[in-house]
């Protein structure tokens, strides 16, 4: 009797043991899924970030070269005013040489170059911060964020896939509290409803992206609302498209991983995912923020 107790102590913990291994590979399996639908989002969008960083660094570069042509004769001027001082120049020569080299004008259009390349390493800069947040890999960290913001992020990173063929239309609500969440979490569900839309949408459509602050049961809200006018989902499949792999995309053109990956990040931030579309007329996707992440009950 005590061996066949003993043996059946050995089986419950090798059955333990397997379903420990078994949730832990899973895990893992996930984790990489999540990986691989955010690097192939990225991935999608490289080129259009190439191209949307090429254009203002050239045009900085440009203003940089005229900046060092007029900058010419404003050294020579310089050096003819230390000549005036020492007494081997007369003023006369001077201001002669001055107005020849039509300074005032020149001064002006010194300061408009360097703000015009400002606005370009800006922008520049703008591309890189969100391109770092959609492609950073590391453990969630949620922190007090701008939602606004967020969306501002999301939109640089895709603004060269949709520019073409979608007029954007957003209505932020300027003053909305700090929202406890993953940054990057929260930028890649957008990123993800963005490409969406203009998908659905073809080569001409409209996207509208809304923030304001509601309550619900007690509970404050920041909602975000993404909304195309596009070709809507079909009814009978509106309870599948948050299914991993679950795709109407042709081969090759989306994961179906997408709206999964999105609606597991909301659930981590206790929020709610909702959507409404009907044939043809287009489709809302409504994200719902707790701005305290206190768990609901």
Known sequence: MNKYNNQ????????????VEEKRRRELAEQQLL?????????????????????????????MELLAHHITPLLALDQMAVEVLNGKQSKEHYWAQRDASDIDDLKQEIVEIIQEAQYGLERINEITRSFKAAAYQGD????????????????????????????IHTELCNNLPSAIIDFGQIQQVLINLFINAKHACGENGNLWVKSSLITSKDVEFIQLEVKDDGHGIPKAIQSKIFEP??????????SGLGLSVSLNYIKAHNGRFRVLSEKEVGTTFTLL?????????
């Open 289 to 297: 923020l707790p701005v305290s992440m206190v768990q609901e009950q």
């Open 140 to 167: 969630s960290v949620k922190l007090p964020c701008d939602i606004n913001q967020c969306i501002a992020s999301a939109l640089n990173m895709v603004t060269n896939e949709l520019k073409y063929s979608m007029t």
């Open 35 to 63: 990986v691989a639908e955010k690097l192939a989002s990225v991935g999608q969008l490289a080129a259009g970030i190439n191209h949307e960083v090429s254009n203002p660094l050239a045009y900085a570069k440009s203003n």
């Open 245 to 254: 792999f679950f795709t109407t995309k042709p081969v090759g053109q989306g």
């Open 8 to 19: 059946s102590s050995e089986q419950i913990i090798d059955y333990q043991a397997a379903y």
